[in-house]
């Protein structure tokens, strides 16, 4: 089978449409024709990563909604015609990494890096991470709760377990930050504080749940979120992942002390990294009890996939408000372009 897809195919050249093969599934496989998929700034970092850290041809997109076209051996719990959320968090990865073989794809008889891939019409990947959904749920906007939704949203339900009048600051608006946003806003935390470089993402922040919000470019916001909290937050989420905010949000957070059990706030890194290495000053942890901590995916794919999309079906979660850009695959380039300028204010899908 063909497909047109999106791909890099060297290190450092944009990503581009080319026509790539999917070979019939083998045991465990699934090839899916798919309706939508988002467009997730992780995306952008796996392209600059050079060749030694990220094999070419590069597949990319990791979030998609489509229906089941072709079933390989022993697969369980789909049929063909089945209704799914493409995603890269397997359904039985709880403990340890996530392990299930590549997809065998390819471009010019070369097979595509990646366990996964979405910007395409079609997708070959194993079932794992395969989620089946209701025929009543969108075929557009429900794709980005296989990576936006499930990584804001599961950061603060799960990871973080954030309570009622739990205070929470956010760096980075973006879909997975309103992701976030959305989530503390439903669990009832107060204050809620949205931090970013752009109003008009601050303004659309507000929507979202935001209670305050701070433009980082004309103010500390570290200092300003101690002002709002007297002291600093319960929680300090990093949406974003360069070096600026991943240092920011542990002394966003407020302090702890001497005592059992007098822990202080807690800093969360959701963002993938785009530096390797950043400074924290060690008198956080040891003085002041702070924790600094990541969270991947943290999600129950059957389970929570199927709430955040009743959620939305219910208006608690607007996930068509979410989404503010729509493109097609031939434009995915420009997609790109729009997401690395700040063009885009919440979660952009492409159609097909």
């Given amino acids: 089978m063909k497909s047109m897809a999106a791909i890099q195919t060297e290190f450092g050249k944009s990503v581009q449409v080319e026509e790539i093969d999917i070979p019939d599934p083998l045991d465990g496989q699934v090839v899916i024709k798919l309706k939508s998929t988002g467009v997730c700034h992780s995306q ?15 597949s990319l997109g990791h979030e998609g909604t489509g229906y089941v076209e072709k079933l390989g051996k022993n697969v369980k719990n ?7 959320i493409v995603t890269w968090v397997g359904k039985n990865s709880y403990k340890g ?5 590549k ?16 910007w395409s019409q079609y997708t070959i990947v194993h079932e794992d991470l395969v989620v089946k959904i209701k025929d009543e749920y969108p075929d557009d906007v429900s794709c980005i709760v296989g990576c936006a939704v499930l990584t804001g949203g599961g950061a603060v339900l799960h990871t973080a377990n954030v ?8 760096y980075g608006m973006g879909g997975v930050g309103l992701s976030a946003l959305k989530m503390a806003s ?13 109003d008009d ?53 407020r302090k702890g002390g001497s005592g059992a059990e007098n822990i202080g706030g807690k800093a969360v890194l959701i963002g993938i990294p785009a530096v390797n290495e950043i400074s924290v000053n060690p008198e956080n942890f040891m003085y002041f009890h702070k924790q600094y901590i990541g969270s991947l995916g943290a999600t129950y794919p059957e389970k929570d996939f199927d709430m955040y999309l009743q959620w939305h079906m219910e ?5 068509d408000k979410l989404v503010t850009d729509r493109y097609t695959l031939e434009d995915i380039g420009i997609a790109c372009d729009d997401l690395h300028n700040g063009k885009i204010t919440g979660r952009a899908i492409v159609e097909f």
């Fill in 44 to 58: 952008l970092h796996h392209m600059q990563a050079p060749s030694e850290k990220t094999q070419r041809p590069l």
């Fill in 78 to 84: 789909l049929k063909e015609g089945d209704k799914v």
């Fill in 97 to 101: 990494p996530l392990n299930v073989p």
């Fill in 103 to 118: 997809t065998t794809a390819t471009y010019n008889g070369v097979e595509l890096s990646g366990l996964t891939f979405t």
């Fill in 163 to 170: 309570k009622p009048f739990d205070s929470v600051a956010i």
């Fill in 186 to 198: 439903m669990l009832n935390a107060y204050p809620i504080i949205a931090v970013d470089i752009v």
């Fill in 201 to 253: 993402k601050l303004d659309f922040a507000k929507e979202f749940g935001a209670t305050h919000v701070i433009n980082s470019l004309n103010e500390d916001p570290i200092q300003k979120i101690q002002e709002i909290t007297s002291g600093g937050v319960d929680y300090a989420f990093d949406a974003i992942g360069v070096k600026q905010t991943m240092e920011q949000i542990l002394p966003s957070v």
């Fill in 315 to 319: 208006g608690k979660f607007p996930l």
